[in-house]
C-alpha cells in the first residue's frame, strides 16, 4: 500500500517554544492531507484539513494561528505547534488519501509531542 | 450526539471466542465506511472496507445497514494479537472528503 512517513516519531520541547511536524507521501502525489490529534484514552480528533497550494480548513475549535498547517507541495505537509503549552501535549498523526471518496487513507506513523 | 458513535469496552474475550462490535453515525450523507485497527501508540491502520452487501476477509466479516445507519464487524475464532482497538470510521463529503473517526472499542483476547 502507499506510505506516508511521519518525522520526527516523539519530541519534547519547553513550553513556549514552536515544533515542526512533517508528513510525506513517499510513493504518491496527496492532494490533500489531513491531521489528527489525539488525547490518551481518547479517538482521533480531525483538526484540519490540508490542501496543496492554497490554505487549510481547520475543524471548529481548532486555531488556526496556533497550529500552522502548510502544505507547498503534492507530497510534504508540515504542522507547526507554535508557542506550545502542556495541554498541547498529544499524539499528533497525518493521513493523506490517494484519490477523493471512497478511497483507504493512509496514516503516517504519529508524532508524540510532550511539552515540559 | 457524536457523529460517530461506538461502544468502548473493554471486550474481554477468550481465545477462540466470537465477539462483534457496532457502530452508529448520524451524517445520512456518509459515503464509505470502514473499520480500522489501532494499537497502542501506533497509528491507526486499515482493516477492512464495508460494503452494503457486507465482506468477509477471513475471521473478520463487516456488515453496513445504510437505512439504519449502523455498522458492525464480527471476529470469529479471537486471537492473541487480535487484542487492539477497533476504530470505525466513516467518510463524509463536508466542503471536502473527510474521514470521521469513532472513539474506539477495545478487545482484549485472553489465553
Known amino acids: 500500500g502507499a506510505v506516508v512517513s511521519q518525522h520526527p516519531s516523539w519530541v519534547i520541547c519547553k513550553s513556549g517554544t514552536s515544533v515542526k511536524i512533517e508528513c510525506r507521501s513517499l510513493?504518491?502525489?496527496?492532494?490533500?492531507m489531513f491531521w489528527y490529534r489525539q488525547f490518551p484514552k481518547q479517538s482521533l480528533m480531525l483538526m484540519a484539513t490540508?490542501?496543496?497550494?492554497?490554505?487549510?480548513?481547520?475543524e471548529q475549535g481548532v486555531e488556526k494561528d496556533k497550529f500552522l498547517i502548510n502544505h507547498a507541495s503534492l507530497t510534504l505537509s508540515t504542522l507547526t505547534v507554535t508557542s506550545a503549552h502542556p495541554e498541547d501535549s498529544s499524539f499528533y498523526i497525518c493521513?493523506?488519501?490517494?484519490?477523493?471518496?471512497?478511497?483507504?487513507?493512509?496514516f503516517g506513523q504519529g508524532t508524540r509531542l510532550t511539552v515540559v | 450526539r457524536k457523529e460517530v458513535e461506538q461502544d468502548p469496552g473493554p471486550f474481554n474475550v477468550p481465545e477462540g471466542a466470537t465477539v462483534a462490535f457496532n457502530c452508529t453515525y448520524s451524517?445520512?450523507?456518509?459515503?464509505?465506511f470502514f473499520w480500522y485497527r489501532q494499537d497502542c501508540r501506533k497509528e491507526p491502520k486499515l482493516l477492512m472496507s464495508?460494503?452494503?452487501s457486507g465482506n468477509e476477509d477471513g475471521r473478520f466479516t463487516a456488515q453496513l445497514n445504510r437505512a439504519s445507519q449502523y455498522i458492525s464487524l464480527l471476529i470469529r475464532d479471537s486471537k492473541l494479537s487480535d487484542s487492539a482497538t477497533y476504530l470505525c470510521?466513516?467518510?463524509?463529503?463536508?466542503?471536502?472528503?473527510?474521514?470521521?473517526f469513532g472513539s474506539g472499542t477495545r478487545l482484549l483476547v485472553r489465553p
Open positions: 490540508s490542501n496543496e497550494g492554497s490554505k487549510a480548513t481547520y
Open positions: 493521513s493523506a488519501m490517494t484519490g477523493a471518496g471512497n478511497t483507504e487513507a493512509f
Open positions: 464495508v460494503y452494503s
Open positions: 470510521v466513516v467518510n463524509i463529503m463536508d466542503s471536502s472528503y473527510k474521514l470521521i
Open positions: 451524517n445520512s450523507a456518509s459515503q464509505s
Open positions: 510513493d504518491f502525489q496527496a492532494t490533500t
